[in-house]
């Protein structure tokens, strides 16, 4: 199978989630957008770990996935607590930070 539709799709999946994350207000939303990019980044390194003929693209690949998993908790984490305090989901609401 040639790479080129492969390589096509995980453009698009990046260009989504850079959309979303540039268009959303949700903070849930930009983490979803987030996912995406990193389901970009693994669908990258299984093909080309399957074009060049080895397994480092699929460890770098499982490696991806856990990664995206741990931002998931962290980041849900993070949002449950500016809720609590904020009272708001919308990132662009939140100024928490500032002194």
Partial sequence: M???PLLFTSCA?????VYGI???RNAIGILLAIE???????????????WVGGVDG???AIFV?????????VGLA??????????TV??????????
């Fill in 90 to 99: 919308l990132a662009d609401e939140v100024n928490l930070l500032k002194g």
């Fill in 78 to 87: 993070i949002i449950m607590g500016l809720y609590r305090t904020a009272k």
């Fill in 58 to 60: 699929q460890a770098f």
């Fill in 36 to 50: 995406l990019i990193l389901n970009a980044a693994s669908l990258n390194f299984i093909l080309f770990g399957r």
């Fill in 65 to 73: 996935i856990a990664l995206a998993a741990c931002e998931a908790a």
């Fill in 13 to 17: 999946l990046v260009a989504l989630g």
């Fill in 22 to 24: 540039l268009t959303r």
């Fill in 2 to 4: 040639a790479p080129h």
